[in-house]
C-alpha cells in the first residue's frame, strides 16, 4: 500500500491523539441486513464521539473499506469534520490488503503527529469482517506483520467477526495478545458504542495508565477454535 501523505495538513489542536483504523468488510455477503446494521451502528459511533467533548478533540477516525476494491472512504479526521460514509457492498474479499491499508494508515499518521510536535496514543486498526480473505490473499504474512507491531507496540489490532466469519483465520491473524471476538447476531449498535465508550477511556487516560476497558457482553459472542 502506498504512503499516506498528510504534510500539507494545518494542526486543529494539540491535545494528545488517538488515531483508530475502522477496516470493514463490504463483500457481497454483507448485502442487507448485515450492512444495514453495520451502517445504522457507524452512525451511532459518530454521534457518541461528537457528544464527548474530550474524545472528539482528541479521536481521529478513518474508515477503509475491501471487498473486491481497497477505498479509505474517510482519512484521518476528527469527527466534527467528517460525516460518516454509507457504506454498499461489492464484490470479493481482499482482507489482508484492507488490513495492511488501516496499518499503513495510522503508522503515517503516528508520523504526521511527530512531525507536528503532537501527542499520541497508540492507535487502533478496528477490523470487521464476515467472511474470510479471498485466495491467495497473504493470510501469514500480515499475522507477522501484526505481531510485530502489537510486540513492538506500534498499534493495538482488535478482529470481530460476524456471523460466517473464518474465526480460526482471525485467530491466526491476531495472534495471542488480543484474540477476535464473535460479534452477537448482528448487534453492530452495541459493539460500536462499547467501541466509543473504549476510545473514550484511552482520550482520557495519562501515559502509562492502566485503562480498564467497559464490559464487551452487551455484543459479544463466545466461539471456540479446535
Same mark, same amino acid.
Not at 499516506?4 to 477496516?23: A, H, I, R, T, W
Not at 495492511?100 to 469482517?129: A, F, H, S
Not at 498499534?155 to 466469519?165: D, R, S, W, Y
Given at each position: 500500500?502506498? !504512503?499516506?501523505? #498528510? ?9 494528545? =491523539?488517538?488515531?483508530?483504523? &475502522? ?18 451502528? &457507524? ?10 467533548? *474530550?474524545?472528539?478533540?482528541?479521536? +481521529?477516525?478513518?474508515?477503509? *473499506? #475491501? $471487498?473486491?476494491?481497497?477505498?479509505? &472512504? ?5 469527527? +466534527? ?8 457492498? !461489492? ?15 495510522? +503508522? ?33 504474512? &500480515? ?9 513492538? !507496540?506500534?498499534?493495538?489490532? #482488535? ?11 482471525? !485467530? ?15 448487534? #453492530?449498535?452495541?459493539?460500536? =458504542? ?13 501515559? $502509562? ?7 464487551? *457482553? ?9
Amino acid at each position: 500500500m502506498g !504512503k499516506n501523505d #498528510f504534510s500539507n495538513e494545518v494542526v486543529e489542536n494539540y491535545q494528545q =491523539k488517538c488515531c483508530c483504523s &475502522l477496516v470493514l468488510d463490504v463483500s457481497g455477503s454483507m448485502y442487507g441486513q448485515p450492512l444495514d446494521e453495520l451502517n445504522k451502528g &457507524l452512525q451511532d459511533f459518530h454521534k457518541e464521539i461528537q457528544e464527548d467533548a *474530550t474524545t472528539s478533540s482528541r479521536l +481521529e477516525v478513518a474508515v477503509i *473499506t #475491501f $471487498g473486491s476494491d481497497i477505498d479509505t &472512504l474517510v482519512e484521518p479526521s476528527l469527527v +466534527e469534520n467528517f460525516t460518516m460514509p454509507t457504506l454498499t457492498t !461489492k464484490g470479493s474479499t481482499r482482507l489482508v490488503d484492507g488490513v495492511r491499508e488501516g496499518i499503513q494508515k495510522v +503508522e503515517d499518521r503516528k508520523k504526521w503527529y511527530k512531525d507536528t510536535g503532537q501527542p499520541y496514543y497508540r492507535p487502533w486498526v478496528i477490523l470487521i469482517t464476515d467472511g474470510e480473505p479471498d485466495s491467495g490473499q497473504d493470510v501469514g504474512g &500480515l499475522a507477522g506483520e501484526i505481531k510485530d507491531g502489537m510486540d513492538n !507496540k506500534k498499534f493495538h489490532f #482488535f478482529a470481530i467477526g460476524v456471523k460466517g466469519a473464518n474465526m480460526s483465520v482471525l !485467530k491466526q491473524i491476531s495472534g495471542d495478545k488480543m484474540p477476535p471476538a464473535m460479534l452477537s447476531g448482528l448487534k #453492530f449498535s452495541a459493539f460500536f =458504542k462499547w467501541l466509543s465508550q473504549s476510545m473514550g477511556a484511552v482520550t482520557s487516560s495519562t501515559d $502509562g495508565q492502566k485503562i480498564d476497558m467497559p464490559d464487551p *457482553t452487551s455484543w459479544m459472542d463466545g466461539f471456540e477454535i479446535d
